[in-house]
T-cell receptor, first 114, second 112 residues
């Protein structure tokens, strides 16, 4: 198993550009989520999905869109990038939403918006 | 609302010294508590969870419901323990049943 994979590893955007951060998992996990990691702020939940076709907002959803057309993939879209979105983005997944299920994290995407 | 507080941004100890990373939480029900670790430029990985009552890499953490704390302890720190440590909480009701809330993290440095 590759686990949770994310592409790209690094990305530089100009303000106003759009892009999609890819996340995939090969563990047949129901639950997937996106976090951003900022210095002094910890990890904050952007969006999450409890299964294919179901998504919901987390703590900081503004400026981001998600979709979950398959169990494996959970892309994160930035529609019009802003410097405030400069961050490290982590995707995570877990087998189910039941208690005691570990969340597995991807390696992260480091995004810089100029 | 659920909240996790890690009061120390930075913690520096010498090799062989005891280490305690503090975590306090706010939640009205019975939460699950976790410690995640992130070594330099690596992904987050689960270190331990309160429900397992296990010791991983010499670390232990006890859930104290009276003090709403879940402090991480190790009696003798090693240089390879240097990392960012995050305490996280998952609720047990309704919409919070699977979302993790993270603290802001504590960067542990173990000096030789």
């Amino acid at each position: 198993n590759a686990g949770v994979t994310q592409t790209p590893k690094f990305q530089v955007l100009k303000t106003g550009q759009s892009m999609t951060l890819q996340c995939a998992q090969d563990m047949n996990h129901e639950y997937m989520s996106w976090y951003r990691q900022d210095p002094g702020m910890g990890l904050r939940l952007i969006h999450y999905s409890v299964g294919a076709g179901i998504t919901d907002q987390g703590e900081v959803p503004n400026g981001y869109n998600v979709s979950r057309s398959t169990t494996e993939d959970f892309p994160l879209r930035l529609l019009s990038a802003a410097p405030s979105q400069t961050s490290v983005y982590f995707c995570a997944s877990s087998y189910s939403t039941q208690r005691n299920n570990e969340q597995f994290f991807g390696p992260g995407t480091r995004l810089t918006v100029l | 609302a659920q909240r996790v507080t890690q009061p120390e941004k930075l913690l520096s100890v010498f090799k062989g010294a005891p280490v305690e990373l503090k975590c306090n939480y706010s939640y009205s029900g019975s939460p699950e508590l976790f410690w995640y670790v992130q070594y330099s430029r690596q992904r987050l990985q689960l270190l331990l969870r309160h429900i397992s009552r296990e010791s991983i890499k010499g670390f232990t953490a006890d859930l104290n419901k009276g003090e709403t704390s879940f402090h991480l302890k190790k009696p003798f720190a090693q240089e390879e323990d240097s990392a960012m440590y995050y305490c996280a909480l998952r609720g047990n009701s309704g919409g919070s049943n699977y979302k993790l809330t993270f603290g802001k993290g504590t960067l542990l440095t173990v000096n030789p």
